[in-house]
């Protein structure tokens, strides 16, 4: 159980266009979302929580009209990186969180990719 | 307010153990631990809560410590399929649900 999907899993953009990623609770249903970047060799950095039907809660120094983030049910949300430069090629990872017995385990997709070119 | 993790990097044999620490400056509901391999996206291994608790599941086990706000990983009989990097993440006391990554310790067992 507890298995998230991401899609896609590469993906190589020319600057200045927009990717969609997206996540996927696939047998369970996630209250909360949560966006991930990880640059090589270095931690999880948390981008935006994503709650259904709510607009998403960015971090501090993330640009919430850059990453556009939609979290249509319960089992989808998707993020939306709009003209992307190079500096945007990372690894984005998003979780989706079990509320229960207020224990809030997170399980991880499998990551996209992202090269801007 | 990153949890500092350590050792940063660890290297081991078959068969040896290590433990790694985590370790926060704020007050705790949880921390969660995941491991890593190159490429992938994190396993999800254990959560502990408040409380003083342990946890364990085959030679894998934590403890966490609350008044100190730590935790620890303890890998005992370690096989060559533990290498990846390990990431301790914290709750805070509020208990928003959002977790706090530290910067990770690599663990490489060798044969």
């Known amino acids: 159980g507890a298995v998230v999907s991401q899609h896609p899993s590469r993906v190589i953009c020319k600057s200045g266009t927009s990717v969609k990623i997206e996540c996927r609770s696939l047998?369970?249903?996630?209250?909360?979302m949560f966006w991930y970047r990880q640059f090589p060799k270095q931690s999880l950095m948390l981008m935006a929580t994503s709650n259904e039907g709510s607009k998403a809660t960015y971090e501090q120094g993330v640009e919430k009209d850059k990453f556009l983030i939609n979290h249509a049910s319960l089992t989808l949300s998707t993020l939306t990186v709009t003209s992307a430069h190079p500096e945007d090629s990372s690894f984005y990872i998003c979780s989706a969180q079990t509320p229960g017995q207020g224990l809030y385990e997170q399980y991880f997709g499998p990551g996209t990719r992202l090269t801007v070119t | 307010q990153q949890p500092v993790q350590s050792p940063q990097a660890v290297i081991l044999r078959e068969g040896e153990d290590a433990v790694i620490n985590c370790s926060s400056s704020k007050a705790l509901y949880s921390v969660h631990w995941y491991r890593q391999k190159h490429g992938e996206a994190p396993v999800f291994l254990m959560i502990?809560?408040?409380?003083?608790e342990q946890k364990g599941h085959d030679k894998i086990s934590a403890s966490f410590n609350e008044k100190k706000q730590q935790s620890s990983l303890y890998l005992t009989a370690s096989q060559l399929s533990y290498s990846g990097t390990y990431f301790c993440?914290?709750?805070?006391?509020?208990?928003?649900?959002?977790?706090?990554f530290g910067q990770g310790t690599t663990l490489q067992v060798k044969p």
């Open positions: 047998d369970f249903q996630a209250t909360t």
């Open positions: 993440g914290t709750v805070g006391s509020s208990n928003t649900g959002k977790l706090i």
């Open positions: 502990l809560l408040k409380g003083g």
